[in-house]
């Protein structure tokens, strides 16, 4: 959404660059987290929702908050030990805390929306948690100098959640899913934990990148570079939000339902669509964003984002990689097909880390942007092949055909 440029641009002048490169150590580790307190178990409930009937999701999502109820318990205490280990300042902790659960909760709920075929109140959701408060809160940070602080910055992200969330839970009140005083069925979860397990591995490893990598720059270049780089990855991530509200929540929960319907070519058309549109907007995404970053880094007047420039190209590179890969990811998902997506996250934490410790003693803060890409363009070829590997009628025309279990 265009409201995180924004917000990564405008605390780029607003605020120190030691002060944005901790936003961007607080804003890895919370999204870090977030895996650990859900376990990808959407993954699983997500597959399994789209059998039932309306009346008959309720017991489902009263086996999914017994889960998490239960994952607080163990990894919140957990997530502690980075403010004992001075990963981050104890100033933060309660804003920390507040964060995580707020994401946690409305980005399940958002995921449940899209789920049971209400994408707009998704997009809605989305845009309250992560779209509208950027703006109010930047546009106050403008007014008022006393509000320039990452204090005033997490309490308007809080807000913004907390306005999500409660959204998101009237929409489910709403819609009067039933079975509700159904007992919690444990082998359900237990077999739903067992599935999820295997690719949470997967997640927290593509994801342990995300968060890698702003830890091994600080080490390297210190948090001054940090600043710049959680800038530029900042813009970049940017892509993914447009990406993610406007053509994949729209497009996956089709490939699916195809996919379980044995439709071959609506799912191939489907994948078709997908493909399309996120190439035509990663391709605009990224010819923008390399035009106007000399501006936009001469308008924010700091001589520390302009010396460290040359991380932008590659740091845009790796983010649009990222993106093209979720082409052959939600196709790969929608099948059922998890074990490609696994080992390719698996492996893409192994290429991330050698290729950073081969490089850093050369290029220094380079090294991690230069890793960043050369990870994502291995996950997309190694998804790519695996999904032409699997089914190859999907890349040539061919009449509706039943899909074989």
């Known amino acids: 959404m265009a409201s ?8 780029a002048r607003l605020l120190s660059p030691a002060e944005l490169g901790i936003f961007g150590l607080l804003s890895a580790t919370i999204g870090y987290s977030l895996y650990l307190l ?35 318990l163990i990894v919140l205490p957990l997530l502690s030990i980075i403010f004992f280990q001075g990963l981050i300042p104890w100033k933060y902790m309660t ?32 845009f309250l948690r992560q779209g509208i408060w950027p703006f109010f809160a930047v546009a106050l940070m403008l007014a008022f100098p006393v509000c320039r602080t990452l204090d005033w910055v997490l309490g308007g992200w809080s807000i913004g959640g907390f306005c999500a969330l409660l959204l998101g839970l009237y929409k489910l009140y709403k819609m009067e899913l039933g079975s509700w005083r159904a007992n919690i069925d444990w082998r359900w979860i237990i077999r739903g934990l067992k599935i999820s397990s295997s690719l949470l591995v997967a997640t927290l490893a593509i994801r342990g990148v995300f968060t890698l990598d702003r830890y091994w720059l600080q080490a390297l270049a210190g948090v001054e570079a940090l600043g710049a ?20 929540s729209f497009i996956y929960p089709g490939m699916i339902s195809a ?6 070519e609506l799912f191939r058309l489907e994948l ?22 000399s501006p936009m880094l001469h308008w924010l007047g700091k001589d520390v984002f302009r010396t460290y420039q040359d991380m932008f190209p590659w740091i845009l590179s790796a983010t649009t990689l990222y993106g093209l890969g979720m082409i052959p990811h939600y196709a790969l998902y929608a099948m059922g097909r998890d074990k490609p997506i696994i080992f390719s996250h698996l492996l893409s934490l192994g290429v991330f880390v050698i290729g950073t410790w081969a490089l850093s003693g050369k290029f220094s803060a380079l090294a991690v ?37």
């Open 259 to 264: 996919w379980q319907k044995r439709d071959m």
């Open 369 to 405: 942007p230069i890793s960043l890409v050369a990870t994502f363009l291995f996950i997309l070829a190694f998804k790519s092949i695996a999904l032409v590997s699997l089914r190859p009628e999907l890349f040539r025309p061919a009449p509706s055909t039943p899909i074989k279990a």
């Open 38 to 72: 859900g376990f990808d178990f959407y993954t699983y409930t997500t597959r399994e929702m789209l059998k039932l009937a309306p009346h008959e999701r309720g017991q489902l999502l009263k086996n999914q908050s017994a889960i998490f109820l239960l994952l607080y």
């Open 4 to 11: 995180k440029f924004l917000l990564v641009f405008f605390l």
């Open 229 to 248: 780089y959680v800038l530029f990855i900042g813009i970049g991530n940017a892509l993914m939000s447009f990406l993610d509200a406007g053509i994949f």
């Open 272 to 293: 078709i669509r997908l493909a399309k549109q996120t190439l035509i907007v990663s391709g605009s995404f990224f010819v923008v964003a390399f035009l106007a970053i």
């Open 95 to 126: 804003w920390f805390f507040l964060l995580v659960l707020l994401e946690h909760l409305t980005q399940e709920v958002g995921r449940l929306l899209i789920t049971i075929s209400q994408p707009l109140t998704a997009s809605i959701v989305l």
